[in-house]
């Protein structure tokens, strides 16, 4: 490039002059910094609103120790690490409490085929006086073959009960020779891998209902730390 006066200007080189240099390189900066900045504003309001979301769930479950059909000890440790579906009943309940469990097993084998063993199916009995650990293997035997079933006395029982807000009419008193009836809460709970609440589902809910809604925190869960549990 040639000036005015004939001579050549030695501070161009072609178009791209020093301050045209100096110009790309600030905006290029710039922009990364903007960037950077949004992103880190956008991984922020994604932990505000997980957040919110895990304050804003009522607050189910608690410490508990209790036996499984098995005869070994479970307490809410063992709920650690997996997704799980917990159902209160009782071994002598007519037509409703194998309902729920057919359904909740239903939606677990569902579960299983698209992402494996991952979602824990969990029994607890209402009804201690007559559903000994023999009574409660003996029932979780008809439904998933992974459904643990659990046990206890009436004040360990109670106590789960309370903190998973659970109602139900066991006499404190019954004895198993006792001909009485049992009222209870129609729900089972969906816990995630850290032990928390995350929802209930009644006896209007579907399979197809379950295994949505599990699908779908499996997915956010996964997203968030790259894994199913």
Same mark, same amino acid.
Not at 193 to 217: H, I, L, M, Q, Y
């Given at each position: 490039q ?13 178009v ?14 710039g ?20 957040e ?24 809410e440790?063992?709920?650690l ?5 917990i ?5 002598n ?12 097993? /239903?939606? @677990? =084998?569902?579960? *299983? $085929? +698209? ?10 009995? !209402? ?29 360990t ?39 928390e ?11 197809? /209902?379950? @295994? =949505?809604?599990? *699908? $779908? +925190?499996?997915?956010?869960w ?6 199913? !549990?």
């Amino acid at each position: 490039q040639q000036t005015a006066s004939g001579t050549r200007d030695r501070t161009a080189v072609g178009v791209f002059t020093p301050k045209a240099a100096a110009l790309f390189v600030a905006t290029g900066v710039g922009l990364f910094l903007y960037f950077r900045h949004e992103k880190a504003q956008l991984l922020e309001r994604r932990q505000k609103e997980l957040e919110d979301k895990q304050t804003g769930r009522p607050k189910v479950g608690g410490p508990f120790t209790l036996t499984t059909h098995k005869g070994t000890e479970f307490t809410e440790k063992d709920l650690l690490g997996k997704w799980s579906l917990i159902y209160f009943g009782f071994t002598n309940c007519p037509d409703i409490c194998p309902e729920e469990l057919d359904k909740m097993s /239903d939606a @677990v =084998a569902k579960l *299983e $085929k +698209e992402y494996g063993p991952v979602v824990q199916p969990i029994f607890v009995s !209402v009804d201690p006086a007559r559903d000994s650990v023999k009574q409660v293997a003996k029932y979780v035997a008809d439904f998933h073959p992974r459904l643990v079933g659990l046990t206890g006395d009436y004040q360990t029982v109670k106590s789960m009960c309370k903190a998973y807000r659970v109602y139900f009419s066991t006499p404190p008193n019954a004895k198993a020779t006792d001909d009485y009836l049992v009222d209870h809460s129609i729900f089972f709970y969906f816990m995630d891998p850290n032990g928390e609440f995350v929802d209930a589902f009644g006896k209007a809910s579907t399979v197809e /209902d379950v @295994v =949505a809604r599990v *699908e $779908k +925190e499996i997915n956010r869960w996964k997203e968030r730390t790259g894994s199913l !549990v």
